[in-house]
């Protein structure tokens, strides 16, 4: 009997999880499911669902810009500036979620990174499905982790966290809803997937929690790197990057054949590097093939691109542009796999950090360790077997 099966993104400005939304949602489709996608972004899901047919819709989000005074410190700090200050506005985001679930009347909701679609389902029925990778899923009944790099006694998160559910359980009553006694405790599906390996996991998980490595069925081709001599450097970059023109530098000088990856509408931002040791691609490419033919993998430490780099065992160079990646970029160079560089302090010392990272023959020996305990998690099928574990639970 076909269902309906609501799939949803509400946080979060990375896409690479797009493609395993694809994915699940084009095997959904051909058991001969109702699929129904809502994302925060639509200006970049053409990539991943054009060929599909199914219903792309936008997700209720916050677009209010709301600026912390200091850094951010935990979770509750970035919902604060997401719609979660006041009960008045985040209610009116729970409504929305509300409305678009009495919409498409969803047998089986798979979300990620979406906590206000949480709240709209606290107390119901309907069986839910977290995917993610960690950072924004919380281990159920801990207290909020403080992500800061060095966390200190200082109680700012433990205030943050109440003030957060303060405002949370004010629309959970308003609402009709149980409340929460801890953030996390939101965080309770009947089926929780993380898609990296737990090493890089910043939460200690129990046993329910089962983690998954997709392997990317794409068939676009590998990055295209120049006819000449030297190691190749896969660069998964952003100019947003407060450094870019430093590592871009850094990059040219260094003794290796660049391909220069800038996914998007950034063609006219990136154009002027396409010269030179450089190859430079804004079209979307193949990114797990392109790594196996790479010596070094350059990025910001995105949770996907570094299970990429785990999986094929090449050593990453990560350059983090918020704390998401930063926690994850720290993980993996505790793993001796990577180097987390926060600050690029001239174009020399890039230079000099790349060509190191190269001729490390350690750092490679330590990501393909990773890629052998990679290895152990079933990556065959394992769309599949994660969508197959989903409609197990439809009534």
Known sequence: MSKTILMAWELGNEIGHLSQFAEMAAVFKTQGHRVVIALRDLSRTHFFFKQQGLPIIQAPVWLYPVQMQRPVFCMADILMTKGYLYHTTLQNLVEAWQALLDLVQPDLVVSEYAPTLRLALRGGTTPDVIMGAGFAEPAAGQPMLDMRPRPEADGVVQAQERNLLLTINQVLD???????????????????????????????????????????????????????????????????????????????????????????????????????????????????????????????????????????????????????????????????????????????AGVQIINQMLADDGLTAAAQRLAERAGDFDQIDAIEQVVERCLGLLP
């Not at 809803?177 to 309770?188: A, E």
Request: net charge neutral; hydrophobic share 40%; charged share 20%.
């Open 174 to 348: 308003a609402l009709g809803k149980p409340p929460l006694d801890r953030y996390s405790d939101l965080f309770q599906p009947d089926l929780m997937v993380m898609k990296t390996l737990p090493e890089l996991d910043i939460y200690q998980r129990d046993a329910t929690a089962h983690y998954c490595l997709p392997v990317s069925r794409s068939r676009r081709p590998a990055a295209q790197w120049l006819d000449r001599p030297g190691k190749k450097v896969f660069v998964y970059g952003l100019p947003e990057h407060s450094q870019w023109s430093v590592l871009i530098d850094a990059l040219k000088a260094c003794n290796a054949n660049v391909f220069l990856y800038s996914p998007g509408d950034r063609r006219q931002r990136v154009k002027a590097h396409d010269e030179g040791s450089f190859r430079l691609g804004v079209d979307v490419v193949n990114v797990p093939e392109s790594l196996r033919q790479a010596d070094l993998f350059v990025c910001h430490g995105d949770m996907h691109n570094l299970v990429q780099a785990a999986c094929v065992g090449v050593p990453v160079l990560s350059l983090p542009m918020n704390l998401e990646q930063l926690l994850n970029s720290l993980n993996y160079q505790a793993l001796s796999a990577g180097v987390c560089l926060q600050k690029v302090a001239s174009v020399a």
